[in-house]
């Protein structure tokens, strides 16, 4: 018999192959060892320090755009080889599409951080959080948020149920922060996490130190971490909690992200009788979370929350649908439920279902399982087991328990406030939803759960058919929960990528907040040349650089042409009468429009030039009426700039219109500005 293959970790750009006994892995499928796992003797600090000193500073070099080129690059070389990861993906007892949900899923979270990183970030290596804040009375002492990188590491330590979106979906936030991975995938399902590792290392496209692996336990990496490395936990909360009290973690002020277990909840509105939409859509989505990975998802809804009158129809239809579930080899086209991830989850369910029998009686399932093409001994399968709380307001154990598989509670409640009371007994959930048409009763019950979650989808027939459900997470929203689910928070966009870096107040003169922050600040010298800025090429353009126009008088006329000429004939620019007493106006006033036009009028160069287009105005805002007779005049000065290609960049100005020194109206304009002049 051929010896198994031992799964190698890769540490200081080389792959590494632990000397020595390596536990075996187990096809969730059919129960035989596939693979040996183990770290023995791997030199957990010198990764540590490898990152920190040659990874975090290659990735430090580039700019947020280029880190978004690399993803963009790894996730395109991932999809083409993503054949190899559906190959390995059947042994962890995932149907195809559990491997889709896995393996796409993960590839696609990379390219929402490419794209995030090109379209929401600067071309630069650090962030601006906020506007300058004014601090001092006549404006020389100001103060200014800044996000830098960390210069540590960020140690990944994976569950076992996503082996693939697992790594990437921390990955991408992590390294688009400038900051290198080490990842630690769970062992059950490390195979597939190996053969990742494999493609993301040997494809070349990461900095060296970028990504390490570990492959086995990592020893005591955690007691080789300082305060400017993070650790992105997902998985049980007991496993959380004994890395957490590592004296390490604590002594050293560790970010420690943990994504822990959850007990999340689905609670039907009582509106949703049976025949309405609404009610169809619980009965799928109890369905789906139940089966899809075999119940294995941190989002899974455990708690199935119904009004008492529907207990019954909601059970029973349930109970039919699961019925209809094809459970069988993950391979087979028929299968709609595979294996669970091994005979020890297996028996961990059923241990848990137990305990849970202490106060729910079981529906369905749980009994001898139909598998099609596989054993049903030797794999991990289980029959889908649907309970229900005897007593719901004294039931503890159904808001406490975890069966991490196909287990879901039927939990009957009396009204909302009942109902929010019972969703808060599980102490912070991933995800909670709510499937109603009744939008007062959603904004109440929402309001009243939130705090107690990280994501709340409310389903109805409007959204339901281009939903994407209860139990996904996805990259531009907030995956996490407080309380039990670990009070962590991984994705949310651009946030995910925030945890990676610090938070400093900078504080000085508004010359050395712009010279250090790259964004003009009020206060901060003006350059006024011979030549209008609109004449000068992209990177002739310095911050400061500034137009200040002639005054130009605003006339009634003026108003009354511009109100004709645009149909905005409001009361308030032509009716004196009308106008009286008004909280704002002291009598008849030029349109706020009108005198961005006249802005307009008064800053532009007229002939072709380097400026290809105006597109847009950020943070407009009108603080003082113009009156007819009244002069006004326009500063426009670049604020900051931001490359987008070889032939053009975009610059943002600071604008304010003035009258008699009184500020009326301030935004930032942005334009397109050629390279050449
Ligand atoms: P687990 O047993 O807690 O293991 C999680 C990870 O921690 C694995 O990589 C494991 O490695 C590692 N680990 C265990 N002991 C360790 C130690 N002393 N030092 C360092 N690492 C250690 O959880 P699991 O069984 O893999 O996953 C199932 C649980 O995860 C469920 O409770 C589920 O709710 C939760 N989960 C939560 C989320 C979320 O986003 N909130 C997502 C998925 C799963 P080994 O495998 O090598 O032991």
Redesign the pocket.
Known sequence: MAALPLLRSYALDRWFEAAGPAPEVFSAVTGAPIARISSAGLDVAAMAAHARRVGGPALRRLTFHDRAALLKKLALHLSEHKAALYALSTDTGATKTDSWIDIDGGIGTLFAYASKGRRELPASTFLLDGPAEGLSKHGTFVGRHVLTSLKGVAVH??????PVW?LLEKLGPALLAGVPVIA?????TAPLAEALARLIAESGILPPGAFQFVA???ADLLGHLTGQDVVS????????A??QRQPKIAEASVRFVA????LNASILGPDALPGTPEFDLFVKGVVAEMTVKAGQK?TAIRRALVPESLVEPVGTAIAERLAKVRIGHPALETTRMGALAGLAQRRDVLAQVEKLKAEADVICGGGDVVVDGADAEKGAFLAPILLRARDPATARLVHEV?A?GPVSTLIGYRDLAEAADLVHRGEGS?VASLVTHDADFARDFVLEVAASHGRILVLDRDCAKESTGHGSPLPQLV?GGPGR??GGEEMGGIRGVHHHMQRAALQGSPAMLTAIGGSWIKGAPEIIGEIHPFRLAYGELELGRTFRSKPRVVTLEDIEHFAHFTGDTFYAHMDEEAVKGHPFFPGRVAHGYLLLSFAAGLFVEPARGPVLANYGLDDLRFLKPVQPGEAIEVRLTVKSKNPRNADYGEVRWDVEITSAGETCATYDLLTMNAHVA
């Open positions: 330590i994976n569950a076992f149920n996503f697992g630690k995938p769970a062992s059950a086995g336990s990592v936990f997902t998985g049980s909360a007991a496993t959380a004994t890395l994504e822990r277990d959850s941190c975890e991490f991933l995956h689910a670990g």
